[in-house]
Nanobody, 120 residues
């Protein structure tokens, strides 16, 4: 089983910045892609940003130009730099990873989430 642990959440004022981190550990052969999702109170979980092992990026329209996803393949760690934060960015942010623990044996795991609150 692969464990994902997020860190870096907290309370920030509108216009501020936060950097989230997520480290994947356990038996890992390869990681295809890592993602950040978020779920606001009373809302559905939504995809925020994705990065593949080859470096292909994808962002939700609502965060383009403000959030930047990156990863360190050697340590299976994904980051999300969040700038110009808005109150509507308030949510629990979840890390998600898919890959293989052995060739042909896939994993699809989530972290427990980290709270981001944007408020004056």
């Amino acid at each position: 089983q692969v464990q994902l642990v997020e860190s870096g959440g907290g309370l920030v004022q509108p216009g501020g910045s936060l950097r989230l981190s997520c480290a994947a550990s356990g038996r890992i052969f390869s990681v295809y892609a890592m993602h950040w999702y978020r779920q606001g109170s009373g809302k559905q979980r939504e995809l925020v940003a994705s990065i593949t092992s080859g470096g292909r990026l994808n962002y939700a329209d609502s965060v383009k130009g403000r959030f930047t996803i990156s990863r360190d393949n050697a340590s299976n760690t994904v980051y999300q730099q969040m700038n110009s934060l808005k109150p509507e960015d308030t949510a629990v942010y979840y890390c998600h990873a898919v890959g293989e623990i052995l060739p042909g044996q896939h994993f699809d795991d989530w972290g427990p989430g980290t709270q981001v609150t944007v408020s004056a």
